[in-house]
């Protein structure tokens, strides 16, 4: 680990700690629920492969059944004897071979199965352990951030009262003043001061989009810089 690296971490909050460590954890959490998943995905194919290789096995059987038909049919109407044959005994085998191998395979499956119920219920805690350790890391951010809004509203507010100072001051009638006076009188009593709804929009809106972006790349890395 580089000097940077060791000075970047010993700068991290409680909150980014734990977000660092959730990280971590849900990576390997995550690998190992794709090393299960692949293990069961493996096992599929097997049980599907030695599947087919019994199905041919029974259809070799029944070729060798039907020819030693033909051939005592042949050998009893040339009234010969039976010469020796052990096409029925090897297929017979080969299947046999074939259904305890697929029995192996099903149950391996099976196991493979069971057990990845685990490794995919621990990845799902850690997911949610990362996304309430982002959320902690968020919140630590809120009251700076309140703090701000205040200021910036309480600022407004006076320049707001500024403006009815000087609207005090000008003639309502007077040529050319009446149209900003409507437009002043609409903004200060009839408008909020805020510039949008905030209802929903803050999943959309522009304002946000650097947040959003932030907060997706905190759940990736627990030293990403939060927007001012």
């Given at each position: ?18 977000l660092a460590a959730a990280i971590a954890a849900n990576l390997e959490a995550q690998r190992s629920a794709e090393a299960a998943r ?10 599907a492969d030695v599947m087919e290789k019994r199905e041919a096995a029974r259809g070799a059987l029944a070729a060798a059944k039907e ?150 790349a905190l759940m990736r890395d627990a030293d990403t810089e939060l927007p001012k």
């Amino acid at each position: 680990m580089s000097k940077m690296n060791v000075k970047l971490a010993a700068q991290r909050s409680p909150e980014r700690e734990e977000l660092a460590a959730a990280i971590a954890a849900n990576l390997e959490a995550q690998r190992s629920a794709e090393a299960a998943r692949a293990a069961v995905a493996l096992a599929k194919k097997i049980v599907a492969d030695v599947m087919e290789k019994r199905e041919a096995a029974r259809g070799a059987l029944a070729a060798a059944k039907e020819s030693h038909s033909a051939r005592i049919a042949v050998a009893a109407s040339a009234g010969e004897a039976l010469s020796p044959d052990s096409a029925i005994r090897e297929a017979r085998a080969r299947e046999l071979e074939a259904a305890d191998e697929l029995e192996s395979a099903r149950s391996a499956l099976a196991t493979l199965e069971a057990a990845l119920e685990d490794p995919e219920a621990t990845h799902r805690r850690a997911q949610t352990r990362v996304s309430k350790a982002t959320e902690a890391v968020v919140f630590s951010q809120v009251d700076a951030k309140f703090a701000e809004i205040r200021e910036a509203q309480n600022a407004l507010g006076e320049k707001r009262l500024v403006l009815e100072f000087m609207m005090h001051y000008l003639d309502h009638f007077a040529d050319g003043r009446r149209e900003m006076r409507s437009k002043i009188d609409s903004f200060m009593f009839n408008i909020s001061p805020f510039p949008v709804n905030g209802f929903g929009q803050w999943k959309t809106h522009p304002a946000t989009q650097a947040w959003r972006e932030a907060v997706d790349a905190l759940m990736r890395d627990a030293d990403t810089e939060l927007p001012k």
